[in-house]
């Protein structure tokens, strides 16, 4: 079992920034891929960004250019920095993990063996 912890989710306006940390176990956390989902209000959770463990980093489509994502394994914690944010980013994002292997924003949730609690991000217009 492995526990993620995030916080830093909040309510900002549009155009405005956040940054999600998740905290993951020192015994293991260095060998993981991280990522990063969300549930938009009525829609399908949905991959948003992943980071592997040497440090190559993916992300979906729709948050390219204005998402971040980073680890600090000295620290065992991950970070989505969000930046620009769209009212469309609404959502409950999910810190999430799995073994060493593919790691891609692309993969369905299904490989992500581990989850946080998830954190609420709120974009008003």
């Known amino acids: 079992k492995v526990d993620l912890v995030e916080s830093g989710g909040g309510s900002v306006q549009t155009g405005g920034s956040l940054r999600l940390s998740c905290e993951y176990p020192g015994y293991m956390g260095g060998i993981l891929c991280m990522g990063w989902f969300r549930r938009r209000p009525g829609k399908e959770r949905e991959g948003v960004a992943t980071i592997d463990a040497g440090g190559p980093t993916t992300y979906a489509d729709s948050v390219k250019g204005r998402f971040t994502i980073s680890r600090d394994n000295a620290e065992n914690t991950a970070y989505l920095q969000m930046d620009n944010l769209k009212p469309e980013d609404t959502a409950m994002y999910y810190c999430?993990?799995?073994?060493?292997?593919?790691?891609?924003?692309?993969?369905?949730?299904?490989?992500?063996?581990?989850w946080g609690q998830g954190t609420q991000v709120t974009v008003s217009s």
């Open positions: 999430v993990a799995k073994p060493p292997g593919l790691c891609t924003a692309f993969l369905s949730e299904d490989h992500f063996g581990y």
